[in-house]
């Protein structure tokens, strides 16, 4: 293309066709890194991070991404989903019915599933502890509590937001239900420290456990009972959305 003046400057273009003999600038080079420049931000926004920010948290919250539906499944895919579903279902019902007011064990009249699922959130909380240690010792302590929240929920939100499968997303809500309510029964007996704890003894033959710990060091070791009725009854409500 031959301008009859520099784009740029303005200079009428009596030499090379391709060039300006003023300010020297190649035409198209010049027309490319027009094309190039970045949008400018709208006026009134503070910054194109906060934007992005903003814009991610609006995707995480479309319904579609909760509530998207495939548009072919598998038969089989299907049965096994519709199995694990009632499993899910029959399990929340019987984990709704216990309440963290136990001192010999965690839900004995459950006892059957311990080895399935305990051991799963034992493996990450333990390494909870070890990984928040290096933020001190009170997370040390709360860190093992916190990882076997944080693994189950950062699941569910990948297989929604990023995977699209609203079933593995409610096998993780499910999951992360599951383990608030475990927390309510070493909550709860916080004070007296009769429940036997997975590595063998009482937190009183111990000298404590991660939850007298955290309520004793914060002051609220007197509402052990109602935190612990919290936890099951935030735990009850996530199970019944993962399976509705």
């Known amino acids: 293309m031959k301008y009859a003046n520099c784009p740029k400057c303005g200079t009428p273009n009596t030499g090379a066709p391709d060039q300006c003999g003023d300010c020297g600038i190649v035409y198209a080079k010049w027309f490319r890194s027009q094309l190039r420049r970045e949008t400018p931000v ?3 926004s503070r910054g194109g991070t906060e934007l992005s920010i903003a814009g991610r948290l609006s995707g995480l919250m479309q319904s579609e991404r909760w509530l998207h539906v495939e548009e072919r499944v598998n038969v089989f895919e299907f049965g096994g989903r519709s199995i694990g579903l ?3 279902a029959v399990w929340g019902v019987l984990l709704i019915q216990t309440n963290p007011r136990v001192t010999t064990g965690l839900f004995p009249e459950l006892s ?5 699922i ?3 959130m034992l493996a990450f909380h333990e390494a909870g502890h070890v990984i928040f240690s290096l933020l001190g010792r009170f997370m ?5 509590t916190l990882m076997q929240w944080l693994v189950p929920g950062s ?3 990948a297989f929604v937001y990023k995977y699209r499968n609203p079933f593995a997303g409610a096998v993780a809500l499910w999951l992360l239900g599951y383990s608030v309510i475990d927390a309510g029964p070493y909550c709860y007996e916080a004070r007296d420290m009769q429940l036997m ?3 063998g ?12 710990n955290l309520l004793r060091w914060t002051g609220l070791l007197e509402q052990h009972e109602r935190i612990a009725l919290l936890f099951d009854t935030v735990g009850e409500l996530l199970i019944i959305t993962a399976v509705a």
Do not use: C, K, Q
Not at 112 to 116: G, K, N, R
Not at 201 to 212: A, L, M, P, V, Y
């Open 155 to 157: 699941l569910m939100l």
């Open 86 to 88: 009632a499993i899910m």
């Open 201 to 212: 003894g009482t937190g009183r033959e111990i000298g404590g456990h991660d939850w007298n």
């Open 42 to 44: 709208p006026s009134g």
């Open 118 to 120: 305990s051991a799963f």
């Open 197 to 199: 704890l997975v590595g």
């Open 112 to 116: 059957f599933y311990d080895p399935f």
């Open 140 to 144: 040390a302590v709360a860190g093992g």
